[in-house]
Nanobody, 115 residues
Framework: QLQLVESGGGLVQPGGSLRLSCAAS????????MGWYRQAPGKQRELVAT???????YYPDSVKGRFTISRDNAKNTMYLQMSSLKPEDAAVYYC?????????WGQGTQVTVSS
């Protein structure tokens, strides 16, 4: 069973940047689409970035232009570069397939945006 481990979260001021990483325990090149999700307290988990095996990316309007997803199949790692962060971006961020596989949810990485 492939495992995914998120890292790179932390405390950042509004307008700041962070880069999240998602390290897989095995090859990810065959996964058709992967994504970054986030869940803020009291809210449902939402998808914030998608990348296909061919490199096509999709973002909801809430993060478009500020977030960039990428994947390095050789390193079995996916990334999320976040810039111009807003307080409303604060959440626990997770990576998973699209659609998500129940057994692949990791612990996530906490992103806090505060001055």
């Amino acid at each position: 069973q492939l495992q995914l481990v998120e890292s790179g979260g932390g405390l950042v001021q509004p307008g700041g940047s962070l880069r999240l990483s998602c390290a897989a325990s095995g090859p990810i090149f065959s996964i058709a689409a992967m994504g970054w999700y986030r869940q803020a307290p009291g809210k449902q988990r939402e998808l914030v970035a998608t990348i296909t095996s061919g490199g096509r990316t999709y973002y909801p309007d809430s993060v478009k232009g500020r977030f960039t997803i990428s994947r390095d199949n050789a390193k079995n790692t996916m990334y999320l570069q976040m810039s111009s962060l807003k307080p409303e971006d604060a959440a626990v961020y997770y990576c998973n397939d699209i659609p998500p596989r129940l057994g692949r949810w990791g612990q996530g990485t906490q992103v806090t945006v505060s001055s």
